[in-house]
């Protein structure tokens, strides 16, 4: 654990500069994320011009909405403005970061009448690999620490930490003066789960053409544009779902304060319950009802087209 990774004084203005190990893993999430979703874009041939405006809205809207979600789990808290806006005071939630990020992106990229299903696919390996960088943050930092545990993962956190303070707040045993005794490191669990499936996400893009590979040749020499065969969306809920699924069970073993909930059931719970609702349903129902690719829109265009010239030759006969 290492919440502060350096502390210095800049010269001749005597001006204090303390680097947060959080906020180190959080930025590098939001840089790695945004070329990684830049060249999942250009190898899907999309404009990455929208992309400057959605990941920067993303980026605030992500901040936003984890403080959001943590002020509702917690009601029983104090918030001034300066205070919601004071980021390094900690206090977010995880699913609030994706809800936020995702609705201010998207909402941009709808409002530009774009894909903006073929937009967030190439950005959902992005979400996977924050999920995995910023985790080893919370270990840093040593909060969204596990339950009291003796398996071999089992870690003792220091005095320093969050998890050494609200332990001696609960009253609970410690290993000595300086010391927890050893809990489930459920950070760094998450962090392992995060790169995996941010591994098992560029591969689904690379197979299904919504990523990497959009087009192939084929035995004739031709190049077949396999893009227009897939369904938008999907990679993004492969995302959405997994995501819910292991954040519910996760969520048994944690074990840090103030995390809300109601009858048992942690706020991320809920949130889990529901976003992996709406994942079944846009899967097994929205999706291919109402899949937006380019093959689909240009079937509607030559559909429309036939129409209209029907309906000429119509109105000339008569």
Request: hydrophobic share 45%; proline share 4%.
């Amino acid at each position: 654990m290492r919440p502060i990774l350096v502390s210095f004084t800049l010269p001749f203005i005597d001006y204090p500069i303390t680097i947060y190990g959080y906020g180190v893993m959080l930025g590098l999430s939001f840089v790695l994320g945004w070329y990684l979703t830049l060249y999942l874009a250009s190898r899907r041939k999309l404009d990455d011009n929208p992309l400057y405006v959605a990941m920067t809205l993303a980026a605030f809207g992500s901040l936003i909405g984890a403080r959001i979600v943590y002020v509702i789990a917690n009601p029983e808290e104090s918030w001034s403005l300066a205070d919601f806006f004071n980021f390094q005071r900690g206090g977010m939630v995880a699913y609030g970061g994706y809800l936020g990020g995702i609705i201010s992106g998207v909402a941009y990229v709808a409002i530009k009448k774009l894909d903006y299903w073929t937009y967030l696919d190439c950005a959902t390996p992005a979400l996977a690999l924050g999920l995995g960088l910023t985790r080893i943050g919370c270990f840093l930092n040593g909060c969204c620490y596990g339950r009291r545990t003796d398996f071999l993962t089992g870690l003792s956190f220091p005095k320093e930490s969050l998890c050494f303070k609200q332990h001696v707040e609960r009253g609970l045993p410690l290993l000595d003066e300086a010391h927890t005794l050893p809990v489930h490191p459920t950070q760094l669990y998450e962090s392992a789960f995060g790169f995996g499936l941010f591994f098992v996400l560029i591969w689904l893009s690379v197979r299904t053409w919504e990523g990497l590979g959009a087009s192939k040749e084929d035995q004739t020499g031709g190049t077949e544009d396999r893009s227009q065969n897939v369904t938008s969306g999907r990679i993004f809920f492969v995302f959405a779902g997994a995501y819910a699924v292991w954040r519910f069970l996760i969520e048994f073993v944690r074990d840090d304060m103030h995390r809300g909930g109601l009858i048992g059931i942690s706020t991320s719970q809920w949130i889990s319950l529901g976003a992996l609702g709406f994942t079944l349903f846009m899967i097994l129902y929205w999706l291919p009802r109402h899949p937006w690719s380019p093959a689909t829109k240009k079937k509607v265009v030559a559909s429309s087209s036939s129409r209209r010239k029907s309906r000429r030759k119509k109105t000339s006969k008569k």
